[in-house]
């Protein structure tokens, strides 16, 4: 029962943590005006579907001796979502 209630507090974690960073994500990425570039749009998409499934095979994968290189791939996948419309405003020109 342990196992189980380590995975889900780890899911709950992972999912509220990349949630929120997905959702910020959004919102610079509406903020620059990047929502009206056809060509980013896969990208947007593809980040967003990313952080949506992250958080089950980070929980999934996160326990015992992984669970330090889990942290740090959460870690990874927040900074990346949270650079990217920065990044993508500079490169397109907005």
């Known amino acids: 029962m342990g196992a189980l209630a380590g995975f889900?507090?780890?899911l709950v974690g992972y999912a509220l943590v990349l949630g929120i960073v997905a959702r910020?994500?959004?919102?610079l990425w509406v903020h620059y005006g990047l929502d009206g570039s056809?060509?980013?749009?896969?990208?947007?998409?593809l980040g967003v579907e990313v952080l949506v499934a992250a958080p089950l095979v980070?929980?999934?994968?996160g326990f015992g001796?992984?669970?330090?290189?889990?942290v740090f791939i959460a870690?990874?996948?927040a900074a990346a979502a949270?650079?990217?419309p920065f990044v993508c405003a500079r490169f397109a020109g907005s």
């Open 82 to 84: 949270l650079t990217a």
């Open 38 to 45: 056809i060509e980013l749009q896969p990208l947007h998409d």
């Open 24 to 27: 910020i994500a959004s919102v």
């Open 58 to 61: 980070l929980a999934a994968l």
């Open 65 to 70: 001796p992984l669970r330090q290189a889990a």
């Open 8 to 10: 889900l507090i780890r």
């Open 75 to 77: 870690g990874f996948l």
